[in-house]
C-alpha cells in the first residue's frame, strides 16, 4: 500500500486523471492564468528590477508572495494529477529550452508553451504505442528539446 501511494505521488498517472480532478486542475489553471495575464506588466516589472516597482506605486512584498502563491497553487493542483518528477520537470525544462534559444522575454513565453504542449502531446502519444509511462516519455521529450535547443544555440554561436 505505502509502495504504491509513494509511486503515485512520484510518478502520477497522467492517463488515470478523474473527470473531477480534470476539472479542478483546469479551473486553477484558468484563475493563475487569468491572474498572470492580469498582472503581467506589474509581474515583469518586480522580477527584473524590484526598486523601479517600488518608485512606480507597486508593493514588491504583495508581488513577489503573489508569485510565490500562483507557484504553490500551480504546484499542489498538478501534483494530485502529474506526480512530482513531471511537475518538476514541466516547470523547468521548458523555460531553460526557451532560455536557450532566445533572450526575448515575449518569445521566451512562446516557445516554453509551444515546447510544452508538444512534448505533452507527442509524449502521450508515444507512451500509447510504446506502452510505456506517460509521464517518462513527456520528460524524455523535453529532454530532447533540450538539447536539441542547445546544440542549436552552441552552432547559432559558431
Same mark, same amino acid.
Given at each position: 500500500?505505502?509502495?504504491?501511494?509513494?509511486?503515485?505521488?512520484?510518478?502520477?498517472?497522467?492517463?488515470?486523471?478523474?473527470?473531477?480532478? /480534470?476539472?479542478?486542475?483546469?479551473? *486553477?489553471?484558468?484563475? &493563475?492564468?487569468? +491572474?498572470?495575464?492580469? #498582472?503581467?506588466? $506589474?509581474?515583469? !516589472?518586480?522580477?527584473?528590477?524590484?526598486?523601479?516597482?517600488?518608485?512606480?506605486?507597486?508593493?514588491?512584498?504583495?508581488?513577489?508572495?503573489?508569485?510565490?502563491?500562483?507557484?504553490?497553487?500551480?504546484?499542489?493542483?498538478?501534483?494530485?494529477?502529474?506526480?512530482?518528477? /513531471?511537475?518538476?520537470?514541466?516547470? *523547468?525544462?521548458?523555460? &531553460?529550452?526557451? +532560455?536557450?534559444?532566445? #533572450?526575448?522575454? $515575449?518569445?521566451? !513565453?512562446?516557445?516554453?508553451?509551444?515546447?510544452?504542449?508538444?512534448?505533452?502531446?507527442?509524449?502521450?502519444?508515444?507512451?500509447?504505442?510504446?506502452?510505456?509511462?506517460?509521464?517518462?516519455?513527456?520528460?524524455?521529450?523535453?529532454?530532447?528539446?533540450?538539447?536539441?535547443? /542547445?546544440?542549436?544555440?552552441?552552432?547559432?554561436?559558431?
Amino acid at each position: 500500500q505505502t509502495e504504491q501511494h509513494l509511486s503515485h505521488i512520484l510518478f502520477g498517472n497522467v492517463l488515470g486523471v478523474s473527470h473531477q480532478e /480534470l476539472i479542478q486542475s483546469a479551473v *486553477i489553471s484558468a484563475i &493563475i492564468f487569468c +491572474l498572470i495575464v492580469f #498582472k503581467r506588466k $506589474d509581474f515583469l !516589472l518586480y522580477c527584473f528590477d524590484p526598486n523601479h516597482a517600488r518608485v512606480a506605486g507597486l508593493s514588491p512584498k504583495i508581488l513577489h508572495y503573489g508569485l510565490l502563491m500562483l507557484l504553490a497553487l500551480t504546484i499542489v493542483s498538478t501534483m494530485q494529477v502529474v506526480g512530482v518528477i /513531471l511537475v518538476v520537470a514541466m516547470l *523547468i525544462a521548458p523555460g &531553460i529550452t526557451a +532560455l536557450t534559444l532566445t #533572450k526575448s522575454f $515575449d518569445k521566451m !513565453l512562446w516557445i516554453a508553451i509551444v515546447s510544452s504542449i508538444t512534448s505533452s502531446l507527442i509524449g502521450v502519444i508515444l507512451s500509447y504505442h510504446f506502452d510505456a509511462s506517460t509521464g517518462a516519455c513527456i520528460i524524455l521529450l523535453q529532454a530532447a528539446f533540450f538539447v536539441i535547443a /542547445l546544440a542549436y544555440s552552441n552552432i547559432r554561436i559558431r
